[in-house]
């Protein structure tokens, strides 16, 4: 039987994101003469966008902006967050031999992720990472997003795989509500951007990508057994 296609989230799930998104926030938020924010103030802000992130941080500083100002503080966010894909950011522990291992196996891999596809896969690819992978879908790469389980459903598609015989491997709301809609089992990680994963309802957490091979088969062999 074909090895299930592996299907993964990007920030807070592939990668650690977190310090240069937190970067390019402390960048507009200097320009609107507030204090820098350290990370512990937004952990659970990264894996919501751009514009979602800034909110946060202005709220945290009690300072709101008009609509207009706060739309040119998201083009800013990601004209300096685009300036150098990758600074800070770092693969999450075990993730290259997760994938050696899988692929070894005779799994495929693809993204599915939020973060624009012009962000995304230059990301990937000033991190190595961009060959492994048989299809990356960002948020606006089709007409619907996450939790949207249509944004799965084309990046299965977009990387030859069956929803039947795929897995979806996230950290979010949005990861898990997307699988649910799609029908595609999805496996939580407790690493990311999300304070309490396992109350999304996941078919399993993991730790740490040691973890992958064998949550992976448990959950497709709970969907086969079904």
């Given at each position: 039987?074909?090895?299930?296609?592996?299907?993964?989230?990007?920030?807070?799930?592939?990668?650690?994101?977190?310090?240069?998104?937190?970067?390019?926030?402390?960048?507009?938020?200097?320009?609107?003469?507030?204090?820098?924010?350290?990370?512990?103030?937004?952990?659970?802000?990264?894996?919501?966008?751009?514009?979602?992130?800034?909110?946060?941080?202005?709220?945290?500083?009690?300072?709101?902006?008009?609509?207009?100002?706060?739309?040119?503080?998201?083009?800013?966010?990601?004209?300096?967050?685009?300036?150098?894909?990758?600074?800070?950011?770092?693969?999450?522990?075990?993730?290259?031999?997760?994938?050696?291992?899988?692929?070894?196996?005779?799994?495929?891999?693809?993204?599915?992720?939020?973060?624009?596809?012009?962000?995304?896969?230059?990301?990937?690819?000033?991190?190595?990472?961009?060959?492994?992978?048989?299809?990356?879908?960002?948020?606006?790469?089709?007409?619907?997003?996450?939790?949207?389980?249509d944004h799965l459903v084309g990046t299965i598609a977009a990387a030859g795989g069956d929803p039947a015989r795929s897995v979806m491997i996230g950290d979010s709301d949005a990861d898990v509500a997307a699988a649910r809609g799609a029908g595609v089992p999805v496996i939580a990680v407790s690493f990311g951007y999300t304070e309490d994963v396992a109350a999304l309802g996941p078919d399993a957490v993991i730790d740490h990508y040691d973890h992958l091979?064998?949550?992976?088969?448990?959950?497709?062999?709970?969907?086969?057994?079904?």
């Open positions: 039987m074909t090895a299930p296609l592996v299907v993964f989230d990007l920030d807070g799930t592939l990668l650690d994101t977190a310090p240069d998104l937190l970067g390019a926030l402390n960048v507009v938020l200097a320009e609107e003469g507030l204090p820098a924010l350290a990370r512990e103030a937004v952990r659970y802000n990264f894996g919501h966008g751009a514009r979602a992130l800034i909110v946060e941080g202005l709220r945290i500083s009690g300072r709101t902006v008009a609509v207009e100002r706060l739309e040119a503080m998201t083009a800013r966010f990601l004209a300096v967050y685009a300036e150098r894909p990758g600074a800070h950011t770092t693969p999450y522990p075990g993730l290259h031999a997760a994938l050696d291992r899988l692929a070894a196996a005779g799994h495929r891999f693809a993204v599915c992720t939020n973060k624009r596809a012009a962000l995304a896969v230059p990301l990937l690819a000033a991190l190595g990472l961009a060959d492994r992978f048989d299809a990356v879908l960002g948020g606006d790469s089709l007409p619907v997003r996450k939790p949207h389980p091979d064998a949550a992976i088969t448990a959950v497709m062999g709970a969907v086969t057994g079904r």
